[in-house]
């Protein structure tokens, strides 16, 4: 069971907008910076969103990132068929000695 | 171009060891830092400790002290990760990321190797 929840799966219509959350606690996202990653079938993780909403060169600006509290937010304008990936949420947590968490991640599906 | 190539598929007995290279490429690799990140089938990514290549500091998650240790090769701008007693538990997929050289917790995986699936059976 992942420290930080997100919905197992999620769905959208191509050019439609989709929400994904993570919900985390006071020692993770209530003190740290949220990162986002995209993991399509087979292949490593690929930042997103670093710093709960910068984009690294080279990502569309159809992909913007949030937090308020102990939540996140990922969303995606303008969804296309390429978007259909795993989705993660990262985040450092305080406890522990220190230690980088990940959502247990949302299945994202292009209908 | 940055790259970071990692050694091929493993198939551990249980009790085992597995050392796990990660070589980079087209960065000065003493500028920055490497974590070691598994993925379990089905699952979501866990972080399993970070090195920094300028200065060998090391940060294990707790979950694993004791049982892992990360290393640095400057010259030949390779990392590695040996996890000891393994289980089958252990059985994942196991990847290197950049990361920063001073302190993982303010930074970002920005670039990943391909990934090295571990299997551990009797």
């Known amino acids: 069971q992942s420290v930080l929840t997100q919905s197992p799966s999620t769905s959208g219509t191509p050019g439609q907008r989709v929400t994904i959350s993570c919900s985390g606690s006071r020692s993770n996202i209530g003190s740290n910076a949220v990162n986002w990653y995209q993991q399509l079938p087979g292949m490593a993780p690929k930042v997103l969103i670093f710093?709960?909403?910068q984009r690294p060169s080279g990502v569309p600006d159809r992909f913007s990132g949030s937090k308020s509290d102990t939540s996140a937010s990922l969303v995606i304008s303008g969804l296309q068929p390429e978007d259909e990936a795993d989705y993660f949420c990262a985040v450092w947590d305080d406890s522990l000695s220190g230690v980088w968490v990940f959502g247990g991640g949302t299945k994202l599906t292009v209908l | 171009q940055v790259q970071l190539v990692q050694s091929g598929a493993e198939l551990k007995k249980p009790g085992a060891s597995v050392k796990v290279s990660c070589q980079a490429s087209?960065?000065?690799?003493?500028?920055?830092?490497v974590s070691w990140v598994r993925q379990a089938p089905g699952q979501g990514p866990e972080w399993m400790g970070w090195i920094s290549a300028y200065n060998g500091n090391t940060k294990y998650a707790q979950k694993f002290q004791g049982r892992v240790t990360m290393t640095t090769d400057a010259s030949t701008s390779t990392a590695y990760m040996e996890l000891r007693s393994l289980t089958p538990d252990d059985t994942a997929v196991y990847y290197c990321?950049?990361?920063?050289?001073?302190?993982?917790?303010?930074?970002?995986?920005?670039?990943w190797g391909q990934g090295t699936p571990v299997t551990v059976s009797s």
């Open positions: 990321a950049r990361d920063l050289y001073y302190d993982s917790r303010l930074g970002y995986f920005e670039y």
């Open positions: 710093s709960n909403n």
């Open positions: 087209g960065y000065n690799f003493i500028s920055f830092g």
